[in-house]
């Protein structure tokens, strides 16, 4: 079949634009992805694709063609117009797909649960990526097998509750840009106040139960417990956290997941509602 069409412009809309080209008797037409100067993508609209699409099934149009703006230059001598290329076409790509999810019959919470559990299986990838590299440089653990498998087990727990934070930070933010920055900026205080480096009594005195009751300390002493891997003579303190950092470890993770799981779907919500 012969497509014969113009460019036209989305000001008013996809459906407008479906109209204009069946009034002028095209088959098809070319659209910018966003603005052809500045590289702003217009939000998109579900009902006035679904009207635009309605029109494109009665007519039989033909294939659209989708023009990238002019701002796109990859193989440009400057690197932020590079870098800007590439972001782009990446945000394009992405672009819509929530959109298309929410017009799928599933739960409110499954985009989310499918992204953290893909996040937790590439966690774990990571996770058994530096456990064989600490087996070769001399890491050894000094407990029975169950007790290891638990260690395992809790880590993996605490690393899921985490990315549910993450993702509570990614819906609340605007751009990748800055929730990469956002999912990151809070957890350097949270790692270097605790006892994961350093024991918590060389800290000043009244940081020490801000350290104590720090979940990454509770989790960091659960499983130096767990593996066998406590120093002799190891005085952990008074408090109650590090008295019992199991306990205290799940009560984190799931008060955290308890928080952070209805949080993160409450924001998907009103994130795919816009």
């Known amino acids: ?13 996809y459906a407008a634009m479906g ?4 009034s002028i008797g095209a088959n098809t037409f070319a659209v910018f992805t966003r603005n052809p100067r500045g590289g702003n993508a217009k939000p998109l609209d579900l009902d006035d694709v679904a009207g635009l699409q309605r029109i494109l099934d009665e007519d039989g149009f033909g294939r659209l063609v989708a023009h990238a703006p ?7 001598a400057k690197e932020r117009a590079r870098a800007f290329a590439l972001e782009a076409m990446a945000e394009d790509l992405q672009r819509g797909i929530i ?15 499918g992204r953290t559990v893909s996040d937790f299986i590439f966690s774990t990838i990571t996770v058994t990526a530096l456990v064989l590299t600490g087996l070769l440089v001399g890491w050894r653990t000094h407990a029975p097998f169950p007790s290891i498998v638990a260690g395992f087990a809790l880590l993996a ?3 899921y509750a985490f990315l549910w934070i993450g993702a509570v930070i990614g819906m609340s933010v605007r751009s990748p840009e800055v929730a990469q920055t956002a999912g990151l900026i809070w957890l350097f205080p949270l790692t270097f106040i605790s006892n994961a ?13 801000i350290a104590e009751w720090n979940p990454i300390s509770c989790v960091v002493q659960a499983l130096r417990e767990l593996f066998g891997n406590l120093p002799p003579g190891y005085n952990p303190g008074d408090s109650f956290p590090m008295q019992n950092p199991i306990l205290m470890s799940l009560i984190w993770c799931f008060g955290l997941l308890a928080v952070f799981i209805p949080l993160g ?6 994130a795919a509602s816009r």
């Open 197 to 209: 480096f350093v024991p918590v009594q060389s800290m000043p005195s009244w940081l020490q139960p």
């Open 70 to 76: 002019y701002t796109y230059n990859p193989c440009s």
């Open 99 to 113: 959109d298309r999810f929410r017009s799928l019959p599933m739960a409110k919470g499954a985009v989310l649960a």
């Open 157 to 159: 727990l605490f690393a």
């Open 1 to 13: 079949m012969l497509t014969i069409g113009c460019h036209l412009s989305t000001t008013k809309g």
């Open 265 to 270: 779907v409450s924001r998907y919500r009103k």
């Open 19 to 22: 109209e204009t080209a069946r």
